[in-house]
């Protein structure tokens, strides 16, 4: 027998696509999936892509999580925390939500509302130290989708001084499942096939996560909803301070990443191209006219921004290789 | 009898949509539509939508254009300025190609690449003093769909001090017809569907036409190539100076503009909602946090990015209402 | 002033065209749009591709619709009837949904239960003898989309005795906006989109509407939800009896009409082609080896299959010619 | 150093799958994959989805091939046969193209063109007797992607006796893979987004194929462009026989087997739960008023209908698990 894992929220994008990832982990062995309205459905009549998994979703609750060893919270924001105060000490815990991500208590209330739970180690094992403090921690944060493709943009370019932290101006588009799975009108096939439009903007719950990510002083952060199930593109744009050439900074940082690949100059993100994978592809270039760099990121939301980053860290945690059940490769076309 | 009207590069999109709207259009009588390869062919197997128009297309000519009152240029980049000096001085001509947008004869090398052929008159009618200039001209470039979408947005901003005019951010993403009709792999549906890419990125060849329409002094400008066929929505930043609210400034100058909406408070623009119409739906705020103006402008990249556009000066070339068989609503869902 | 016209129902995808077709038609002038949760909304507010239409929805009820000359009532199915039956014997009705479309009282109790209102004429007008029917009513009810689709492909051949009237199969795909605008999970644009799913297979409520409207005697039918917003593709195939040939019949029969047309021998029907029009494309073909006629069959399901098909027959019961208002040509790419 | 493997073809969609199965095959280690025009070309720059991968291209030939101990062929129908021809007989060879798969050479002719190169043993696992006879051999044609589909649903009743073999009636619709990675303007994202399309109705290639794998006697296929990238929904009618219940048929044939899944009662197949997975999905029904049987079937084209179905074919005929490498779970949404 394995690491005996649990997933709570399994009816939602992300806790599906856990589902997914957890049946081809050669090392976790799913105990248990949860969910509240869907409590006691097959979990073929939830997520039909998991047809032949044997499994019926249970009552999400510290009864039915805390026999794992390792628990993924993957339940709307503000859930989380009560949850997993209830679960044993020894049960290591990702949480995919954001009740826990951020340092500072008052930028929590002012985007998420509500009382600040409290900030876990930080779950984007690409940042700087992340690695070693996610493997000796029991409770991670994963990050955000938006914050996870642009973070492994912009934080390397500010540790290493090659932009200003400052005015950075970031537009990021997301496919429809990071909006989530409740139903609402403006979410439907039929609103947001062939449309583009923007939403939050300047308001984005996302943007004090990047800045705590990134180190970025100013951020002006215009997310849109982009026709497409998955995938995120981000275009980040700051300042060259000319310290350092900002292509070379990212290929040197990511130069033993397994997921985080510096495409060959010319070559531009496709978030297709990361379809279902955990990579993330990156390109950067210095718009001399416009006194600009602009880095391109394109991630999965529901693998790099989600779930696969999510068992990501648990592999950590595990002291398993990072890439244990993961894809470096996409699903394309 | 009407105004006599031909349409020279029928084949492609924009062609295309030229001529949906000129069957609809009660003053201008369609006499001629011309191609290249695809002369002598039903206009239904060229455009299956226009099952119904009975016209065969002929060989892009001076021998096929010129008996016409009005003929617009729906060619590729660098071929109308030959084409169009062999027409007659009293046939008025609307060119939707890029040829004689630019008045800087450096820029349009750059860009373009080979001899600037002039500019004309600018065809964007809610530029200030546009409309004049348009009515008096017997030769119009009308704008660029990147162009169009940006200008609307950017140019009373810059106009009215409100904001900067350096330092402007850009990032603006395109349905595939605005990538043309040539067959080739990178648009195929396989690969777009699903798919957010940038391209041209800090080299697009709008970005000299913007400056020029607008004002900017300097612009980054990030082209995303999004899975949709039709449609732009362009995320304009830039510095607020204090002097007038945005969203003011632009509501004030288009209060009587037929096409140019700005959107209420708290409603953001919609592609899918321009999608067959030559309106533009604008919506802007000032993020306070990051010091930055967030103006962004949906339009379709074939009406009011091309094909209306044109019309649309034409109509105003002829003293026609400037809407005369144009749409102010799109076709949604 | 012109012919005043109400639509009860405007919040829906059907009402939202009617109301883009209406504020184009030369005749029809709004004076009334009404909703029920969101009545007191602003149009552009819950279509937002009507931005710049001064209009305010209100209650549906005999209140609001009883001043029109013309109603137009675009329901959910067994909600029209109650309502009609207090609207003025003077005024004019369309009724977009079921209630009065079956003859059959059985058949309607079977597919929608409760208890069926009686038949209103059919508002088919290429069918025989239609047009004069619907003419001649102050009551009409418009046909379902898929019967709209089917029927325009299959009355002809079996009015004809062309093919047998019996072993029909029918597979037909519609966009999204064919299942309405209630906010359900299962239409979710993360859901729809990259998906094709069968549903109600042998039980659509469509079933006994085409039969009444072909002839039909025995039909298998399979709706099929296809991942675009608009747009029906019906496959219609029967066993010729080789007493005429398909295709001359159907060449024949809409030799003068102005929404429906056959493709030349080769092509065959793109829904996308009718996008936004009130147009028809068909094909057909004998398959020898098989033993079966194959007739293909495009739609615009809001269009031909809905808000277009209605205004269609109201433009004959006010005497007007059949095409005011409407469009031949779609709206492609 | 484990089973040494080539892909002849690499560059298009079906050998792009290959290269991502094969990429995480815990037995099979790929050793060359070829191309001809894109010959010399790192992988990533063809397939962006592999970015990551460590692979360049090399030219189509036996010298490039003979030295693996397994070798795919995923070229253009006609082009494998006289490559095979030159592979060492001991060199194991699954061919994905057309050209082994009919043992009638009149019917290859007729729907293919040229001279038949002879039958291969037929790669569907799943067809009665065929896991023996794959493993036995070192010749093996994989399915088409419509035939594979359509003969899982439509074989084994026909072979219990559960439906008649006459007047068989299929539509499918297939996303634009299946119709290859050629730049034709038809297969645009411009085209396809929000179309649906029927073509070669009546004269589709696998036509003789499916009635080779399920001994019917008579089809009607009629195929359709579906606005997606993969997948293929198929739906297939026949008469009863009353001998058998056509689910339980189904059922009791595909109880043991890893890919094909009957859903439960009441559920329908979804294409985009196969997305990425070598599953099929399918349901039946008995249509009692008109007389026919439903099976509808929802594969991915690439997956089951390509790449998938050829590496389980290998598996076997390596003597490993048929699952070994190969995703039963779709990457949805």
């Known amino acids: ?33 949860t969910a509240h309205t869907q409590a006691g459905a097959r979990i073929s009549a939830v997520h039909p892509q998991l047809a032949g998994l044997d499994l019926t979703l249970v009552e999400t609750g510290p009864a039915t999580l805390a026999d794992a060893d390792l628990v993924f919270l993957a339940l709307p924001h503000g859930q989380s925390a009560a949850l997993a105060a209830q679960l044993p000490d020894g049960v290591r815990v990702v949480d995919l939500g954001a009740d826990h991500r951020l340092a500072d208590a008052d930028a929590w209330t002012r985007y998420y509302g509500g009382t600040h739970a409290g900030a876990w180690t930080y779950g984007l094992p690409e940042l700087p130290g992340a690695r070693a403090a996610i493997a000796g921690s029991t409770r991670v944060a994963a ?31 997301s496919g429809t499942s990071g909006a989530g799975r409740a139903a609402k009108v403006n979410l439907l096939g039929s609103e947001v096939m062939g449309d583009l439009t923007p939403y939050k903007v300047g308001a984005h719950q996302h943007v004090p996560e990047i800045k705590q990510a990134t180190g970025a002083a100013s951020l002006s952060f215009t997310p849109v909803l982009a026709p497409m199930p998955r995938g995120i593109l981000a275009t980040v744009t700051a300042r060259p301070t000319g310290a350092a050439d900002p292509r070379d900074v990212l290929t040197a940082t990511y130069a033993d990443a397994s997921f985080v690949h510096v495409l060959p100059e010319g070559a531009w993100p496709h978030t297709a191209a990361t379809l279902g994978s955990n990579s993330c592809h990156l390109q950067a270039t210095v718009d001399v006219d416009s006194g600009r760099v602009i880095v391109t990121s394109a ?25 244990t059940g993961l894809s470096v490769f996409g699903v394309a076309p």
């Open 1 to 33: 027998m394995g690491i005996r894992v649990a997933v709570a929220g399994a009816s939602g994008y992300a806790g599906g696509e856990l589902l997914r990832i957890l049946a081809g982990h050669p090392e976790f062995d799913l105990v248990a999936a």
């Open 299 to 323: 991630i999965d939301n529901l693998g790099k921004g989600a779930a696969g980053q999510a068992v990501q860290c648990a592999n950590l945690m595990f002291d398993l290789p990072e890439t």
């Open 143 to 173: 990050t955000g989708c938006y914050a996870a493709a642009i973070s492994l943009a912009l934080a390397p370019l500010i540790a290493a001084g090659a932009v200003e932290p400052t005015d950075v101006v970031v537009v990021a588009a």
